[in-house]
């Protein structure tokens, strides 16, 4: 809806002595007695040039009145900041060209741009929120280009700020979309935050005997950083898409008098990680990479310690819509760095591969497994996930409902080498 500006809130956006201030409030959109304007905020385009001004546009109408005058303010207050970054405050001066006053006939309109320019440190989604105007906050996506670099502008035909076609189309999980998705490389992927999900995270309990005495839980926590955050968000740099990720996974004996936990494994992990390479046929959607370091361990010492440093690489193949039903394959090759004193033979029950494979759809139910092979025959184990959106059962959650089930060799890295009896848990995953 239209948002109305008042005097006494523009005064606040004044930077002018108090006399001043008070003369241009009272002054600075001028509304004459059972006059009515509309004052709206229109929408930025999703990606902006960093480069240039930074533009927001105000858009007055006179509806009711034949006849009306209106004084303009000389400049709007923004807060704007990045993802974990603090806000600042930006002073948006009105176009040079447009008059400070403007009359308008009944069912007239005026566009009036404001501009300034973006601090260099805020680098990727920008939240804009205007300061005195009640208009809702909006969210552009920053990108400064290289020198020499065409303007703003992919293969596909979406132009950003200052053009005169349409900014990038978003793809929405649970809206209709063109298969392999209309949008250019990433352009869904844009609004990730800086700290978020990596593998899934969920608690699980169950039991695996028939008489009842080995009940137990699961449960994980995971999550990726991207350290920096480089000008251009379309960088395929190293150092501009390296992350952080860190993955704890506990099992919990929930038979035993005390109830302990029978092991913690610890996986901190430094990768590169491109989200979409921009690879797409009629019926591949989306490819992705990630490939780095990864230590895991479960902080033991003596005859219980285990631990191993891999180097991996991990594609993923997303094949159908990327809004409906799909198909996910992702393949993680690694080998082992280094000598394995604690278990050295942890390649012949594990082996040198996951097979990670997904089908569902973003807003339904999915099934998911990880499939391992070791080099030892008959070594190997499964784990699978079924999930289902919490919030279409309970309206106002999130998360999943979850059921997992496993079988085979190392569940946890303590016991590696010790085949597992069919474990069936069910539970909620926060992420899947």
């Known amino acids: 809806m239209p948002s109305m500006l008042t005097p006494n809130r523009l005064s606040a956006q004044k930077r002018a002595s108090p006399l001043i201030r008070g003369c241009i409030a009272t002054g600075a959109i001028v509304f004459m007695q059972n006059a009515s304007a509309g004052i709206s905020l229109l929408q930025p385009p999703k990606l902006v040039d960093g480069n240039k001004p930074f533009t927001l546009t105000l858009l007055v109408s006179e509806d009711e009145q034949v006849s009306h005058t209106y004084a303009l303010p000389d400049n709007l207050v923004v807060a704007a900041s990045a993802d974990m970054t603090p806000p600042v405050q930006l002073h948006l001066e009105r176009?040079?060209?447009?008059?400070?006053?403007?009359?308008?006939?009944?069912?007239?309109?005026?566009?009036?741009?404001?501009?300034?320019?973006?601090?260099?440190?805020?680098?990727?989604?920008?939240?804009?929120?205007?300061?005195?105007?009640?208009?809702?906050?909006?969210?552009?996506?920053?990108?400064?280009?290289?020198?020499?670099?065409?303007?703003?502008?992919?293969?596909?035909?979406?132009?950003?700020?200052?053009a005169a076609t349409p900014a990038a189309s978003v793809i929405t999980p649970g809206t209709s979309a063109d298969p392999v998705g209309a949008a250019p490389a990433a352009a869904d992927l844009i609004n990730i935050p800086r700290l978020s999900f990596h593998e899934p995270m969920y608690f699980a309990a169950g039991n695996s005997s028939s008489n009842g005495n080995n009940r137990n839980a699961k449960f994980q926590l995971s999550f990726k950083f991207h350290i920096f955050r480089p000008e251009d968000m379309r960088s395929r740099g190293l150092i501009d898409n390296l992350y952080f990720g860190y993955t704890q996974f506990s099992l919990w004996d929930l038979g035993s008098p005390s109830e302990p936990f029978r092991d913690t494994n610890y996986r901190p992990s430094v990768f590169y990680y491109l989200p979409d390479l921009g690879i797409r046929n009629s019926f591949l959607s989306r490819v992705s990479i990630a490939t780095g370091l990864e230590h895991e361990s479960n902080g033991r010492d003596g005859a219980e310690s285990r631990s191993l440093n891999i180097f991996f690489a991990e594609p993923t193949f997303?094949?159908?819509?990327?809004?409906?039903?799909?198909?996910?394959?992702s393949p993680k090759v690694y080998t082992y760095?280094?000598?394995?004193?604690?278990?050295?033979?942890?390649?012949?029950?594990?082996?040198?591969?996951?097979?990670?494979?997904?089908?569902?759809?973003?807003?339904?139910?999915?099934?998911?497994?990880?499939?391992?092979?070791?080099?030892?025959?008959?070594?190997?184990?499964?784990?699978?996930?079924?999930?289902?959106?919490?919030?279409?059962?309970?309206?106002?959650?999130?998360?999943?409902?979850?059921?997992?089930?496993?079988?085979?060799?190392?569940?946890?890295?303590?016991?590696?080498?010790?085949?597992?009896?069919?474990?069936?848990?069910?539970?909620?995953?926060?992420?899947?």
């Open 318 to 329: 997303i094949f159908g819509n990327l809004n409906d039903y799909q198909l996910r394959i």
């Open 95 to 162: 176009d040079p060209n447009a008059a400070g006053e403007i009359t308008l006939q009944r069912g007239e309109f005026r566009k009036i741009n404001y501009s300034a320019t973006l601090p260099d440190y805020l680098r990727g989604v920008v939240r804009i929120e205007t300061v005195g105007i009640d208009a809702s906050p909006v969210l552009v996506a920053v990108i400064r280009p290289k020198n020499g670099e065409m303007p703003l502008a992919s293969a596909e035909g979406v132009a950003l700020a200052g």
């Open 337 to 432: 760095l280094g000598p394995m004193f604690d278990n050295p033979d942890l390649g012949q029950y594990r082996g040198h591969a996951d097979l990670k494979l997904a089908v569902g759809k973003p807003d339904g139910v999915e099934f998911s497994t990880t499939l391992r092979k070791g080099t030892r025959s008959n070594a190997g184990s499964v784990d699978s996930m079924l999930s289902y959106p919490l919030a279409k059962l309970i309206p106002g959650t999130a998360g999943y409902l979850m059921a997992s089930y496993f079988y085979g060799y190392g569940e946890s890295l303590l016991t590696y080498n010790q085949k597992q009896t069919p474990q069936f848990r069910i539970g909620y995953s926060l992420w899947r």
